[in-house]
């Protein structure tokens, strides 16, 4: 079994930083892409950012220049680090990861989301 679990989500006024984290656990050969998603009240998830386990970073246009993510391969987590957080970053965020447990069968995992919330 494979489990995600997210933490660091909170309220934060606009302007603020807030880390998210998410680690992976269970049995597994190794994890490919990691991504962080949000889904606010009404809306699509949408991507936020993603990291390769090579570590390379791709971020959707909302999060440039404000977002970081990264990862440690060794502990199997991956990090999301916002900077001058926006009212409209207000969303559920979610973790994922292409997790390989059997070779060539690779699975997406989602995590259980963790609430943030930007007031203004």
């Known amino acids: 079994q494979v489990q995600l679990v997210e933490s660091g989500g909170g309220l934060v006024q606009a302007g603020g930083s807030l880390r998210l984290s998410c680690a992976a656990s269970?049995?597994?050969?190794?994890?490919?892409?990691m991504g962080w998603y949000r889904q606010a009240p009404g809306k699509q998830r949408e991507l936020v950012a993603v990291?390769?386990?090579?570590?390379?970073?791709s971020y959707a246009d909302s999060a440039k220049g404000r977002f970081a993510i990264s990862r440690d391969n060794a502990k199997n987590t991956v990090n999301l680090q916002m900077n001058s957080l926006k009212p409209e970053d207000t969303a559920v965020y979610y973790c994922?990861?292409?997790?390989?447990?059997?070779?060539?069968?690779?699975?997406?995992?989602w995590g259980q989301g963790t609430q943030v919330t930007v007031s203004s």
């Open positions: 994922k990861a292409g997790i390989v447990r059997r070779v060539r069968n690779e699975s997406d995992y």
């Open positions: 269970g049995t597994f050969l190794w994890i490919n892409t």
């Open positions: 990291i390769t386990s090579g570590g390379t970073t």
